[in-house]
């Protein structure tokens, strides 16, 4: 089992809301990534870190945003939830020695009422 | 387009049976392969890396086939268990990217039942 954590596991929340979805790694990966899934659905990247101080926007546009001033930490925070961002959010991370492996964190179900 | 397709998208079997699941790609260049299982509600779990130069790969009773040429890979699975329900995942990871990019296919819902 990875070494990756993310809390909430489960967030039912009003419209209009600010929340933070939080995700760590105790294994010191410098890459981390954000990805969004629906069901049934493939999973989409929407943010991705290098390392400290470094964020980038991925493939599928977010109204999210993400911050890395700790390497092990990576947050994702929606500054007003709206029912579209109802999905499963995926953190993952892996090592500066190559892209192959990927340890994700048990994910974020998101439900905006 | 760079593009990762599953088949079959669901399938049902009966415990102690086996089952292949396909995977076709069309991402280039290509750099490797993976399968991944991911229970419901929880986050992939790897279970095979194949790179361009690996045409089999075996975890367990996971078995993963690449065929590079004709950009198909398969994983089969032996004497199924109940624990095996899940989706597999198919991803396919170009190369030429610092980031290592990686396409995801939309998974085989697998249910195994006693």
């Known amino acids: 089992e990875a070494d990756i954590y993310q809390t909430p596991r489960y967030l039912v929340i009003g419209t209009g809301k600010k929340i933070t979805l939080e995700c760590s790694q105790t294994?010191?990966?410098?890459?981390m990534y954000w990805y969004q899934q629906d069901p049934g659905m493939e999973l989409h990247l929407i943010h991705y870190?290098?390392?400290?101080?470094?964020?980038e926007k991925g493939d599928l546009s977010s109204e999210s945003t993400v911050s890395r001033i700790r390497t092990e930490h990576f947050p994702l925070t929606l500054e007003s939830a709206r029912p579209s961002h109802t999905s499963q959010y995926l953190c993952?991370?892996?090592?500066?020695?190559?892209?192959?492996?990927?340890?994700f964190g048990p994910g974020t179900r998101l439900t905006v009422t | 387009k760079n593009q990762v397709e599953q088949s079959p998208q669901s399938l049902i079997i009966l415990e102690g049976k086996n089952c292949t699941l396909q995977?076709?790609?069309?991402?280039?260049?290509?750099?490797?392969l993976r399968w991944y299982k991911q229970d419901t509600g929880r986050g992939p779990v790897s279970l095979t890396i194949?790179?361009?130069?690996?045409n089999t790969k075996s975890n367990g009773r996971y078995t993963a086939t690449l065929d590079a040429d004709t950009k198909q890979s398969s994983l089969h699975i032996t004497a199924s268990q109940l624990s095996d329900s899940a989706s597999y995942i198919c991803?396919?990871?170009?190369?030429?990217?610092?980031?290592?990019?990686?396409?995801f296919g939309r998974g085989t819902q697998l249910t195994v039942w006693p």
């Open positions: 993952a991370s892996s090592s500066e020695q190559g892209a192959y492996e990927q340890y």
């Open positions: 294994m010191g990966h410098d890459k």
């Open positions: 870190s290098y390392g400290v101080n470094s964020t």
């Open positions: 995977c076709n790609y069309t991402v280039s260049p290509f750099s490797n």
């Open positions: 194949m790179t361009f130069s690996e």
């Open positions: 991803v396919v990871s170009d190369r030429g990217s610092t980031l290592g990019r990686l396409y």
